[in-house]
């Protein structure tokens, strides 16, 4: 607790040596990287998760051996975890390190070997409970006997003589009446044996209760003995004292922070909670929770001692008649009641830093409760918090603890509360009950409002309250989860020899027996397209005769998406199986099984993964894809989605020679992208942007807009993608929708007045022949523009409507002048160069519009909420620095 994280990072060293040539050697570490990087995902995340750092060096060319035990040496850790290849040098490792040594045989299991633990320290004993003095830290080289392969188990008299040392009477810790507790030594590490008469029936219902509790907070059983008129019971050793004796000495007290007694607070109630709610045979209860039943074990949290205290309610309480069925019900609300309000008083014992029993001695005989109750009713912390505490960062986890101290004392059986609900109070959850929620407000209403009397409070009052105070949950936690988050984006970056100057693309078509017509028009709709020399095809479109078969399509579409998720998944450390919601959009390439399920079939991802693969929604899908993920991320709360965009060509080339589905051959260029998004709130401070506005039009229903573009047979029996003449009129009608939804979400008020002061004066004074509609400025609600790169006609008219400028525009002609039209992943790229440029600062929002067919219009809205930094690699890393250049009207090349 309280240890900073600094993440996994790697470092790859090698000597050279050996046969292997040094590219082999570089690939061999690459596979073994991503190899344990994909096995330490999980356990970084449990890590990070417990604010544990996490540090993880991947050497070759050296001895394992020495270099094992060099690091075991240099840092010092509790645990060495040797894999399957190092089995044969366990001996020889662990006779050199001073720390647990574990053995991986297989997946998921390993033999422990504990280090010798350091000579024993005496600490009184009562009845399983640690008291007195505080302890001295020792060495952190052993682990709980309870928490190893093969515990608990039975002993032999014989091996308890060996372990007490004969039963010497220098070995007993504690003694009261005929109960002894004698400290002993197995397997060089520490236990405790309680010994127990053959007349003391305690014996076989502690065994019995503690052979069915396993939890990670529990001082669990380590093994037992009967031998004649003697049994015993054997636990580790509390090495580390109790949290009474910690609390007790000021310089154990102040290294207990307010976060670590936060941290005691919920493993203790987890193991109450546990006790209560989830043994397999009934609830285990009267557990006399106190400071002094707290200990500390080496390796391990906070640990809740229950020897000579546990009962197990269905052994305890008859149920079977009915007429002790009421009593039952009684008595078990009494006995949940008491351990309940026994973990309140627990709270209060770690916010003062005393115990009760020190409190009540020091203080005249006055109960804890009766000074606590009333300073936590009035909301005086600062009167009870431990002064020698002086961190003030973790007030709230305070005041977590005391309003659920209060909830706990305050409880009675009219309004009995579990411990799963006071445990959410300790992690200030949203778990709301109507006893405790009611409770709350009319003590709340009782200390502050002005009109209560006494102790009363009219039921209309209440009601009112209640529905105030559900409302106000409900408007909070819609608002709560309802952004999501871009996390980051990968775009992918084809390789250099996959290039398609104009020249190469001419002769391709020539040597394919292409029609001279459809050549010369192909020609020229190139040379005015504004795609330079740079924008690629897949390897199949290089052949001749251009391959355009299934099987290569599929290889196109995993070369691209395989590349991005890679990418980005490596980029940020992320488990594919943390992955939520996977959403992919490809409109003319829809194979079964589908592009989601080759994705999850390549990366591992969960076998709930929500996954839906669009397909035949052109190029809007992108955003179209964003719109979907975030529906799903609103339904499904702390969830992770990636989201997929691209458009496969091998299969799609036009070979025929009409000149609207020509179109596509001379613009269409390959890429996509990977989008990480999420609804987390722990990702929002490592996301780029949050989505604002999400505007999704379609003009479908007018058949000149249907028709604009569409897939279909030509006269020699071609398929191809026609493009309509009217296809900018359309984009044009279709824009203006889009814009009349968006404009009030986004223009500041002074500029929606003009627009409708104009459109007034328009219907009202000005003659037909004059009209003019005002346009709005929209560079005044954006900072950025991504226009979809459809083409230089599609750029040039979105810049003439909107009054943008040359730069306002220059993100799209650069990605169409480099890329192409990349389809749906365009406005991503377009992005991707803003950010590579060092444009888009905290702050600044981003309008990405993409036009597809149907008709549709989408557009995005982006929030940037923290620093870019443009030095970052992404695909416009390699040769950001030329750009922007001037790109001809009409190119030469």
């Not at 977590?400 to 200030?428: Q, T």
């Not at 799903?632 to 091998?650: D, G």
């Amino acid at each position: 607790m309280g240890v900073g994280i600094s993440g996994i990072w790697m470092r790859l060293e090698f000597s050279g040596q050996g046969e292997m040539s040094p590219r082999e050697v570089e690939e061999e570490i690459e596979k073994k990287r991503e190899e344990y990087q994909c096995t330490l995902q999980p356990f970084y995340r449990q890590c990070k998760k417990n604010e544990v750092k996490l540090e993880v060096k991947l050497a070759a060319g050296y001895d394992p051996r020495k270099i094992t035990i060099e690091e075991a040496q240099k840092s010092n850790p509790r645990w060495l975890v040797l894999d399957s290849h190092l089995k044969k040098d366990k001996d020889y490792i662990y006779g050199h390190v001073a720390c647990n040594v574990a053995v991986m045989k297989g997946k998921g299991f390993a033999t422990l070997m504990p280090s010798k633990a350091p000579a024993r320290e005496q600490w009184p004993i009562e009845y399983g409970k640690i008291v007195d003095i505080a302890p001295t830290p020792r060495s952190p080289c052993w682990y709980p006997f309870s928490w190893r392969t093969g515990f608990p188990r039975a002993f032999s008299m014989s091996e308890l003589e060996v372990i007490t040392n004969g039963f010497a009477d220098e070995n007993i810790a504690s003694e009261k009446g005929s109960q002894k507790v004698y400290e002993g030594i197995y397997q060089e590490t520490p236990v405790l044996v309680f010994c127990f008469s053959g007349s003391d029936d305690r014996f076989w219902s502690l065994l019995k209760i503690l052979s069915r509790v396993r939890h990670r907070n529990i001082l669990n059983l380590v093994g037992y003995c009967c031998r004649d008129a003697m049994m015993f019971l054997l636990s580790d050793y509390p090495c580390r004292g109790s949290l009474e004796a910690n609390l007790k000495c000021d310089k154990s007290a102040k290294n207990i922070s307010w976060k670590a007694r936060w941290y005691i607070a919920l493993d203790i109630g987890a193991s109450l909670r546990y006790l209560h709610e989830e043994c397999v045979d009934g609830p285990i209860v009267d557990l006399s929770v106190c400071s002094s039943s707290v200990a500390f074990v080496h390796g391990s949290s906070a640990m809740l001692s229950i020897l000579n205290t546990a009962t197990c309610l269905m052994d305890d309480i008859p149920c079977n008649e009915d007429s002790t069925a009421e009593c039952s019900n009684i008595e078990e609300d009494v006995r949940f009641s008491g351990d309940v309000r026994a973990y309140g008083m627990f709270l209060i014992e770690l916010i003062i830093g005393k115990s009760a029993q020190y409190f009540e001695s020091q203080d005249k005989g006055q109960s804890l409760i009766d000074w606590a109750l009333p300073l936590l009713e009035n909301g005086s912390l600062s009167q009870m918090m431990d002064p020698r505490l002086k961190d003030t960062c973790d007030d709230n986890l305070v005041h977590h603890m005391a309003r659920a101290a209060l909830l706990c004392l305050k409880n009675d059986l009219g309004h009995l509360i579990s411990m799963s609900e006071v445990l959410a109070a300790v992690r200030d959850s949203s778990i709301i009950t109507k006893a405790p929620i009611l409770v709350a407000i009319k003590d709340f209403f009782l200390r502050n409002s002005s009109v209560a009397t006494d102790a009363t409070i009219s039921s209309t009052h209440l009601h009112l309250l209640a529905a105030t105070a559900l409302i106000l949950a409900v408007y909070y936690f819609s608002h709560r989860f309802s952004c999501v988050y871009l996390i980051d984006f990968s775009c992918y970056l084809p390789a250099d020899h996959l290039r398609v100057p104009i020249s190469t693309f001419i002769e391709h078509w020539e040597t394919s027996n292409q029609h001279r017509d459809a050549i010369d028009f192909e020609l020229k709709i190139a040379k005015r397209s504004g795609i330079g020399s740079e924008a690629c095809m897949p390897l199949s479109m290089h052949q001749i005769p251009p391959h355009l078969t299934f099987n290569l399509t599929q290889e196109e579409t995993e070369t691209i998406l395989f590349t991005v998720v890679k990418e980005l998944l490596s980029k940020h450390n992320i488990n594919p199986k943390s992955i939520d919601i996977l959403v992919s959009n490809c409109s003319l390439f829809c194979p079964t099984p589908s592009i989601t399920a080759m994705i999850i079939n390549k990366f591992g991802l969960r076998s709930n993964v929500k996954s839906v693969s669009l397909g035949g929604m052109g190029c809007s899908a992108g955003l179209l894809s964003i719109s979907l993920a975030k529906d799903l991320l609103k339904v499904h709360k702390n969830s992770i989605a990636l989201v997929l965009s691209m458009e496969a060509l091998t299969i799609n080339g036009y070979p025929g020679r009409k000149k609207s589905m020509l179109l596509a051959n001379a613009l269409f260029r390959m890429g996509g992208v990977a989008v990480l998004l999420s609804n987390r709130k722990q990702d929002k401070l490592k996301a780029k942007y949050k989505l604002q506005h999400l505007v999704r039009t379609h003009t479908g229903s007018d058949d000149q807009s249907y028709q604009s573009v569409y897939q279909e047979l030509d006269g020699d029996g071609f398929v191809g993608v026609s493009l309509s003449r009217e296809l900018l009129t359309v984009a044009a009608n279709a824009l203006r929708t889009n814009i009349s939804h968006l404009g009030p979400l986004v223009l500041p008020y002074s500029e929606q007045f003009l627009y409708a002061w104009s459109v007034l004066c328009r219907k009202i004074w000005t003659p037909a022949s004059h009209k003019k509609i005002y346009v709005p400025n929209f560079k005044k609600a954006f900072n950025h523009f991504c226009i979809h790169a459809g083409g230089r006609a599609v750029i040039d008219a979105m810049e003439n409507n909107l009054s943008l400028s040359k730069e306002d525009g220059e993100a799209s002609r650069m990605t169409l002048y480099r890329f192409g039209n990349t389809s749906s992943s365009s406005v991503w790229y377009e992005l991707c160069y803003l950010e590579a440029k060092g444009r888009v600062k905290k702050g600044d929002r981003v309008w990405q519009i993409a036009f597809g067919s149907g008709f549709k219009c989408n557009s995005a809205v982006w929030e940037c909420i923290s620093e870019l930094d443009p030095n970052a690699r992404n695909a416009w890393s390699d040769r950001i620095h030329l750009y922007p250049v001037e790109v001809p009207k009409v190119s030469d090349h």
